[in-house]
């Protein structure tokens, strides 16, 4: 034990480095876990729209809309999120899956949802783009 705390001393640069790495890896998982909604991939976004009525729901702006979007899903850009979020399902419970281009928008629309208590948000990791990279169907609107 002496011989590691004299190695704990010499080195107690890399013991403050790797108590902070610890640090950062507790508070990143601690906000996925508690942040009320999923990350999903393209893939198990296809088993939630087909097994469980998924209501898809794309907030990207309108121009981007019109390049090609998921089959039946609902256009609502994030900057009207705010104002219709409480009219997109009137089950709380039903499934939404939310999407933009890369899945940076669709973390903040699953944020507004979860606050307006819909219990089952989930955003697609990698938006659109994962969703055309996996070779899944789009249509264009």
């Known amino acids: ?3 590691f705390t004299d ?3 010499r080195n107690y640069h890399l013991f403050i480095a790797l108590i902070v790495v610890l640090g950062l890896i507790l508070w990143t998982e601690a906000r996925r876990i508690t942040r009320g909604y999923k990350e999903i991939t393209p893939a198990e976004a296809v088993t939630l729209i087909n097994q469980e009525d998924a209501l898809v729901l794309d907030v990207r702006e309108a121009n981007e809309h019109g390049q090609g979007s998921i089959i039946n ?3 609502v850009a994030l900057s009207a999120l705010q104002q219709k979020a409480d009219n997109l399902s009137q089950n ?9 281009k890369t899945g940076n928008r669709s973390s903040r629309a699953c944020k507004i949802l979860t606050g307006r208590h819909y219990t089952r948000v989930f955003g697609l990791k990698g938006g659109i783009t994962a969703w055309t ?3 899944l169907p789009v249509v264009k609107q």
């Open 133 to 135: 990279n996996d070779q």
């Open 73 to 75: 899903s609902k256009h």
């Open 92 to 100: 709380k419970d039903r499934p939404i899956l939310v999407f933009c």
């Open 1 to 3: 034990m002496e011989e």
């Open 7 to 9: 190695f704990a001393i």
